[in-house]
């Protein structure tokens, strides 16, 4: 006579190699509760996707229209040059992007032109066509200079007419190739690095992609110091802020004064001061929400990350709970004679 065993007690024992109903019910649960939050989650993940592929897309049609347009605008013969002296400043300031088209219709006094000076050949000037002389030929200057250039240009040395400024973005296309470099390395790491780590790959190289410029260049916070002068036993200097950002210039022992990007500006020293001695210290001189945009700008990286996590849900195994009772492997039934 056999007799099958079902149940886990008898008398109050446990028979061994026999598998309680309970023991086997937390398992059925969490097998349940997994597959029913992954179905309920599943309209939130769908969502989530065709947002990235959105946004995919559209970067890649931005992306396609700046890189057609560019191409189009060199394969016309126009050219794109990058500021990089505070002359034409502040219409231009450094930095600027330029985009200057070659033209063979008569140049008028108040355009900007670029070209190179006779005594320079091998260097663009970009400034305003102060006078226009026979031949044709062109006196120049920069706004910012208090005379016209020492040389007369002739038409021969005239690259085009200024068309289009953008300030700043000069700044960015001067790096393009080292970032689009910077992009693909981390984009290789990425591909080759575990699924759970690939975000913290992209935010760290975004991040270096966008700093090491920074560091390097220094964009944020500059100044050129143009004239050194003595007036009325004081020495004065005229600078230019040539940064992104606006500046606050302070003279050794003078008032501390704020210029705006591109504009330029005259510091004092006491009197008695001598011009060896002439020393500025420049500082950001930002507004309190400003400032509070920067950090916010800065913490993104740290803010991706861990709502990332917080994103993320540990993993429910399959297995067979683990306790001190359960054993190694169960049968399915247990038969005695």
Same mark, same amino acid.
């Given at each position: 006579?056999?007799?099958?065993?079902?149940?886990?007690?008898?008398?109050?024992?446990?028979?061994?190699?026999?598998?309680?109903?309970?023991?086997?019910?937390?398992?059925?649960?969490?097998?349940?509760?997994?597959?029913?939050?992954?179905?309920?989650?599943?309209?939130?993940?769908?969502?989530?996707?065709?947002?990235?592929?959105?946004?995919?897309?559209?970067?890649?049609?931005?992306?396609?229209?700046?890189?057609?347009?560019?191409?189009?605008?060199?394969?016309?013969?126009?050219?794109?040059?990058?500021?990089?002296?505070?002359?034409?400043?502040?219409?231009?300031?450094?930095?600027?992007?330029?985009?200057?088209?070659?033209?063979?219709?008569?140049?008028?006094?108040?355009?900007?032109?670029?070209?190179?000076?006779?005594?320079?050949?091998?260097?663009?000037?970009?400034?305003?066509?102060?006078?226009?002389?026979?031949?044709?030929?062109?006196?120049?200057?920069?706004?910012?200079?208090?005379?016209?250039?020492?040389?007369?240009?002739?038409? %021969?040395? /005239?690259?085009?007419? !200024? +068309? =289009?400024?953008?300030?700043?973005? &000069?700044? *960015?296309?001067?790096?393009?190739?080292?970032?689009?470099?910077?992009?693909?390395?981390?984009?290789?790491?990425?591909?080759?690095?575990?699924?759970?780590?690939?975000?913290?790959?992209?935010?760290?190289?975004?991040?270096?992609?966008?700093?090491?410029?920074?560091?390097?260049?220094?964009?944020?916070?500059?100044?050129?110091?143009?004239?050194? %002068?003595? /007036?009325?036993?004081? !020495? +004065? =200097?005229?600078?230019?802020?040539? &940064?992104? *950002?606006?500046?606050?210039?302070?003279?050794?022992?003078?008032?501390?004064?704020?210029?705006?990007?591109?504009?330029?500006?005259?510091?004092?020293?006491?009197?008695?001061?001598?011009?060896?001695?002439?020393?500025?210290?420049?500082?950001?001189?930002?507004?309190?929400?400003?400032?509070?945009?920067?950090?916010?700008?800065?913490?993104?990286?740290?803010? /991706?990350?861990?709502?990332? +996590?917080?994103?993320?849900?540990?993993?429910?195994?399959?297995?067979?709970?683990?306790?001190?009772?359960?054993?190694?492997?169960?049968?399915?039934?247990?038969?005695?004679?």
């Amino acid at each position: 006579m056999s007799r099958l065993f079902t149940g886990c007690e008898t008398d109050g024992l446990t028979m061994p190699g026999v598998i309680p109903r309970e023991s086997a019910v937390p398992n059925r649960e969490a097998a349940f509760s997994k597959n029913h939050m992954e179905g309920k989650d599943a309209p939130k993940r769908n969502e989530q996707a065709k947002k990235s592929n959105r946004l995919k897309l559209v970067s890649g049609a931005i992306a396609a229209c700046l890189l057609i347009a560019w191409a189009g605008w060199m394969i016309l013969g126009g050219k794109i040059f990058i500021v990089e002296t505070p002359s034409m400043s502040p219409s231009m300031p450094v930095g600027s992007l330029i985009f200057v088209e070659p033209t063979s219709a008569p140049i008028t006094v108040g355009e900007v032109i670029s070209f190179r000076p006779p005594t320079e050949p091998n260097t663009i000037y970009s400034h305003r066509v102060y006078r226009v002389l026979p031949g044709p030929s062109y006196a120049t200057k920069g706004d910012l200079n208090s005379s016209p250039d020492a040389w007369v240009v002739p038409r %021969s040395s /005239v690259i085009g007419v !200024v +068309r =289009g400024i953008i300030p700043d973005l &000069g700044w *960015l296309y001067r790096t393009i190739t080292w970032m689009a470099i910077g992009m693909l390395a981390t984009y290789v790491v990425a591909r080759l690095s575990k699924p759970s780590s690939r975000l913290g790959v992209w935010v760290l190289g975004i991040s270096a992609v966008v700093a090491v410029p920074v560091v390097v260049m220094r964009p944020l916070v500059r100044g050129d110091l143009l004239t050194v %002068s003595n /007036v009325h036993k004081r !020495v +004065r =200097g005229l600078l230019v802020n040539t &940064g992104i *950002l606006p500046v606050r210039f302070q003279a050794n022992g003078g008032v501390p004064l704020v210029a705006n990007p591109g504009h330029g500006l005259f510091l004092y020293t006491p009197k008695g001061s001598r011009q060896a001695d002439f020393m500025v210290k420049m500082s950001a001189s930002l507004n309190w929400w400003e400032i509070l945009a920067t950090i916010g700008i800065c913490l993104i990286p740290l803010v /991706v990350l861990t709502s990332r +996590r917080a994103r993320t849900r540990p993993e429910i195994l399959d297995d067979i709970p683990v306790g001190p009772d359960t054993p190694p492997s169960v049968p399915k039934s247990y038969s005695s004679d």
